[in-house]
């Protein structure tokens, strides 16, 4: 007899390894990690690492609102003029707010389709560019830039000092994938049944 176990799909994500960058000789801004490890097939890339700012994310979930009318998106954690970037508590309280808004997000089918949360998460690629690549304005698709960044990024899961330097620094809010992105046969299946001034100063 062949026993053949269908295994459950799952999607972990880590937000984490809060870091201030520095923006100007004036501004300052802090950025984190994102660590997705998956089986599921809504993603082209089943582990992936990048890092993202609290902008990006209020970007992210004006978007996926507009796109899903339908859906209350959970809340972000609060902007507050009281934020400080040197107050450990308030920088992880922050991060977890930015986890439980990702962990929500990513429990909601219709809202893994959107191919603006894919490149989100697993490529570095700015709002700006973002919007370009789902509105078809670019010479490369989705599954191509996701899988353009990963190549670039082959080590993963990134989980030592030593390993982090053969990362693509992630300072800039509007890194810009290269022009030659290579062509993938990997897609965006998201066929799923189950399951921007808003900065730090």
Not at 176 to 193: N, V
Request: net charge neutral; glycine share 4%; proline share 4%.
């Amino acid at each position: 007899l062949i026993f053949i176990m269908r295994l459950q799909e799952f999607v972990t994500v880590l937000v984490r390894d809060p870091r201030m960058q520095k923006e100007d000789s004036w501004h300052s801004y802090i950025d984190y990690e994102i660590f997705i490890h998956t089986n599921s097939m809504c993603f082209t890339r089943k582990t992936s690492c990048v890092r993202r700012r609290f902008r990006e994310f209020v970007w992210l979930r004006q978007r996926l609102q507009s796109n899903a009318v339908l859906i209350q998106l959970p809340e972000l954690p609060s902007k507050t003029p009281f934020f400080n970037m040197n107050n450990p508590h308030h920088v992880d309280h922050r991060r977890q707010g930015l986890q439980e808004f990702l962990e929500k997000i990513l429990q909601d089918a219709l809202l893994l389709s959107d191919s603006r949360l894919h490149l989100f998460l697993q490529t570095q690629l700015s709002p700006e560019d973002m919007e370009a690549c789902v509105s078809g304005q670019t010479k490369y698709s989705v599954a191509e830039a996701i899988h353009e960044f990963a190549s670039l990024n082959r080590r993963f899961p990134v989980e030592d000092e030593g390993r982090k330097k053969g990362k693509t620094d992630g300072g800039s809010d509007s890194e810009s994938s290269s022009s030659g992105l290579r062509p993938s046969d990997d897609s965006i299946s998201c066929r799923c049944k189950a399951s921007p001034a808003s900065e730090e100063s």
